[in-house]
């Protein structure tokens, strides 16, 4: 799940007939639905600006969605507190 490369390819890449709905608005953005006929899902692409997935929804026993936002924002990531350092973890010789 932290390789968003991989988790797109392998979810774009796994399905059946797609089917293109109706325009609607998904998250505040205008997005156009792509229906996975034979597996239940729903890729969200969004209509303006960049064709950026939006929101992928999969119906049925693996129920579930994914919400794709802040594109090109910069992000920043703090351990939590009490976080082990990994060297710390690692046997000494």
């Known amino acids: 799940?932290?390789?968003?490369?991989?988790?797109?390819?392998?979810?774009?890449?796994?399905?059946?007939?797609?089917?293109?709905?109706?325009?609607?608005?998904?998250?505040?953005?205008?997005?156009?639905?792509?229906?996975?006929?034979?597996?239940?899902?729903?890729l969200y692409v969004s209509m303006t600006g960049p064709p950026y997935p939006v929101e992928l929804v999969k119906g049925g026993a693996g129920a579930g969605s994914i919400v794709f936002d802040h594109w090109n924002k910069p992000t920043s990531v703090t351990a939590p507190t009490g976080a082990l350092d990994i060297d710390q973890l690692q046997p000494t010789t």
């Open 1 to 42: 799940m932290t390789d968003l490369r991989q988790l797109l390819d392998t979810t774009l890449t796994e399905h059946g007939a797609l089917v293109k709905g109706t325009p609607t608005t998904v998250a505040g953005r205008r997005a156009i639905p792509l229906l996975d006929t034979s597996q239940g899902g729903t």
